[in-house]
């Protein structure tokens, strides 16, 4: 089975280059091996570019952490990253791609169903008008909102 699985590796691959430099066999122990070189060395350069910082946190901070992760649709990690950041540059995170979208695509909404209802002659025009610029303050407030949300005390 281990033959296979040589005929099977890419002579440029890194491993069959590093079990040639090496002057290893192809077996199970040679590849576990390898890997776990890879690894290491993969960490070690990962930890020379970028610092890491390990936190602890209560059962209810870590509650917070989790709702709040769960709200931006982030993981904790990249939520603490990002809101710790956002708050030293005093900006706001802001809300997931797909909330927005889901916003603007309901308000689209909004709109051709008070248009269609005035073509369905449903509804006078002076009320069509009044719906649509109701809609549209309702669109701007929502928009502010999202870009530049007012801190809650």
């Known amino acids: 089975m281990l033959n296979n699985k040589l005929m099977k590796i890419n002579n440029t691959s890194a491993l069959h280059t590093y079990l ?9 122990a040679t590849v576990k091996q390898y890997w776990t070189e890879y690894r290491r060395k993969w960490q070690n350069q ?7 910082y390990t936190i602890f946190c209560s059962k209810q901070e870590q509650a917070v952490f989790t709702k709040a992760a769960i709200n931006h649709s982030l993981s904790i990690t990249t939520l603490i990253k990002q809101s ?10 802001q809300i997931d791609s797909a909330t927005i979208s889901e916003i603007k695509q309901t ?3 909004m709109y051709s169903s008070v248009i269609h209802t005035l073509d369905e002659e449903r509804i006078s025009q002076s009320q ?6 109701k809609i549209e303050s309702i669109e701007q407030t929502i928009l502010l909102h999202i870009e530049s949300p007012k801190l809650q005390s």
């Open 46 to 52: 990962k930890r020379k570019e970028q610092k890491t």
């Open 20 to 28: 040639k430099e090496k002057g290893l066999e192809y077996t199970e």
């Open 84 to 93: 710790s950041l956002a708050y030293l540059k005093q900006q706001f995170l």
């Open 128 to 133: 069509a008008i009044a719906l649509l610029q």
């Open 107 to 109: 308000l689209t909404l």
